[in-house]
């Protein structure tokens, strides 16, 4: 089995968008107006030039991570982790927690030195794999991207 994480391309976007609506368990039609919405978000990710990390087995994407710079007090100068997905069947198998740990890695090399990110209060699983990875809870005012019903994590490198 080959694992590779790469900068995704344009031509990555239909099947990132499949891979966030099936983590999610959402429907992933393509037909549908919520696929075509995601494949817009994510697309303008890199028409933003944005950072976007795909995750393949044997060539085919698994998994991704999308950062974006966002300065908003008091994260000034942090990488904002956006969106990360494993798709269902390859969950729970330490894929996450390399890509992650790659995106980190090539945020520090960038020049960042912190990341924080927002995480539904009641996805249990995902605050328990950030409270692992190494994030920390943090008490805030204002969120960065969603509204309320979301906890902010933060880490240092
Ligand atoms: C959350 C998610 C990204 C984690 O990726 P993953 O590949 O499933 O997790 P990993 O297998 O890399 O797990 C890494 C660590 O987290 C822990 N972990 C993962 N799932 C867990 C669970 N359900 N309960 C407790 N710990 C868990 C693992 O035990 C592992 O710890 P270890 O390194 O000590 O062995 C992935 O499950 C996912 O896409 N979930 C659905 C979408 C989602 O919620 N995304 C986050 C949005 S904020």
């Not at 942090?78 to 330490?94: C, H, M, N, R, T």
């Not at 945020?107 to 190494?134: H, I, P, Q, S, T």
Request: charged content about 30%; proline content about 3%.
């Amino acid at each position: 089995m080959r694992v590779d994480i790469r900068p995704a391309i344009y031509s990555d976007c239909p099947k990132l968008a499949k891979i966030k609506l099936l983590a999610r368990g959402e429907n992933a039609d393509e037909s549908s107006a919520r696929f075509q919405s995601e494949l817009r978000y994510i697309t303008a990710f890199l028409d933003e030039r944005q950072s976007v990390f795909v995750q393949l087995i044997d060539r085919a994407p698994m998994a991704f991570c999308a950062v974006r710079e966002r300065n908003i007090k008091p994260f000034i100068g942090y990488a904002f982790i956006k969106d990360l997905y494993v798709l269902p069947e390859w969950q729970s198998k330490g894929f996450g927690k390399k890509l992650l740990m790659h995106t980190l890695r090539t945020m520090r090399g960038n020049g960042y030195m912190n990341a924080v990110l927002e995480c539904a209060e009641d996805n249990a699983r995902a605050r328990k794999f950030y409270e692992k990875f190494g994030f920390e809870k943090r008490e805030v005012n204002q969120k960065i991207g969603c509204s309320d019903g979301y906890v902010t994590y933060t880490i240092d490198f």
